[in-house]
C-alpha cells in the first residue's frame, strides 16, 4: 500500500475557506476511489465527498454546493476546496483510499494521519 499525507487544516472565520491537500502516493495511478472523511469530537466519521478515477465526485448533504473534491493524478494529489466554512465543519478531516464509489468508510483501506480544521463563529 501507498501512503496518504494531508495538509492544509487550520483555523478560520465562520464564511471563510480552506484547501485541504492529500498527497496520495501509489493511489492516483490506479482505479481507486479517493475520499474525505472527517470526524467532529464525540461523533463518528463521516464520509464527505469522494472522486472516481475518471473525476465523478459525491458529496454528503453537509457540504454539498460549498465543497469541491477533486484530483491531480499527476501530482498524486487530491484537494478538498471548501468554501462558506461554518463553525460545525470543525473536525479533523481524512483522506482515504478505496476501491467503490462510497461515502461509507467499510469501503476504505487505507488512511492518512488527519489534518485539523477549526471554524470560529
Known amino acids: 500500500a501507498g501512503q496518504l499525507a494531508e495538509s492544509g487544516g487550520g483555523s478560520v472565520q465562520a464564511g471563510g475557506s480552506l484547501r485541504l491537500s492529500c498527497v496520495a502516493s501509489e493511489y492516483t495511478s490506479g482505479s481507486y476511489c479517493m475520499a474525505w472523511f472527517r470526524q467532529a469530537p464525540g461523533k463518528e466519521r463521516e464520509g464527505i465527498a469522494v472522486?472516481?478515477?475518471?473525476?465523478?465526485?459525491l458529496y454528503a448533504d453537509s457540504v454539498k454546493g460549498r465543497f469541491t473534491i477533486s484530483r491531480d493524478n499527476r501530482r498524486n494529489t487530491i484537494y478538498l476546496l471548501m468554501n462558506s466554512l461554518k463553525p460545525e465543519d470543525t473536525a479533523m478531516y481524512y483522506c482515504?483510499?478505496?476501491?467503490?464509489?462510497?461515502?461509507?468508510?467499510?469501503?476504505?483501506?487505507?488512511w492518512g494521519q488527519g489534518t485539523q480544521v477549526t471554524v470560529s463563529s
Open positions: 472522486i472516481g478515477f475518471g473525476g465523478s465526485p
Open positions: 482515504a483510499a478505496g476501491r467503490a464509489l462510497s461515502l461509507g468508510e467499510q469501503w476504505y483501506q487505507d
